[in-house]
């Protein structure tokens, strides 16, 4: 079983910055893609920012510059650093992967994270 859980949301300031974190556990072979998502509310979900295997990034053009995603292979985590932050970042971020369980699995499977709420106010 595969679980990943976001951890890092909150209340900030326009003009802030936030740090989320994401953690991977469970049977874990390996790990292809790590992404971060983002649903504000009434609205679908957006793509935020992915990497890959050999650190290979991938952003929204509309947050080019203010987010940055990183990620830690030995400690199967992603981050997303977020600056310079602005009202309509409010939103749930969730976290997603594409994990392969076992070296027998043959594919790799899409993951994702409860989500946690950042909220952007004065």
């Known amino acids: 079983q595969v679980q990943l859980v976001e951890s890092g949301g909150g209340l900030v300031q326009p003009g802030g910055s936030l740090r989320l974190s994401c953690s991977v556990s469970?049977?874990?072979?390996?790990?292809?893609?790590m992404a971060w998502y983002r649903q504000a509310p009434g609205k679908q979900r957006d793509f935020v920012a992915r990497i890959v295997s050999g650190n290979r990034t991938t952003y929204a053009d509309s947050l080019k510059g203010r987010f940055t995603i990183s990620r830690d292979n030995a400690q199967n985590m992603v981050y997303l650093q977020m600056n310079s932050l602005k009202p309509e970042d409010t939103a749930v971020y969730y976290c997603?992967?594409?994990?392969?369980?076992?070296?027998?699995?043959?594919?790799?499977?899409?993951?994702w994270g409860q989500g946690t709420q950042l909220t952007v106010s004065s």
């Open positions: 469970g049977t874990i072979f390996s790990i292809y893609a």
């Open positions: 997603y992967a594409t994990i392969q369980e076992t070296a027998d699995s043959g594919s790799y499977r899409p993951y």
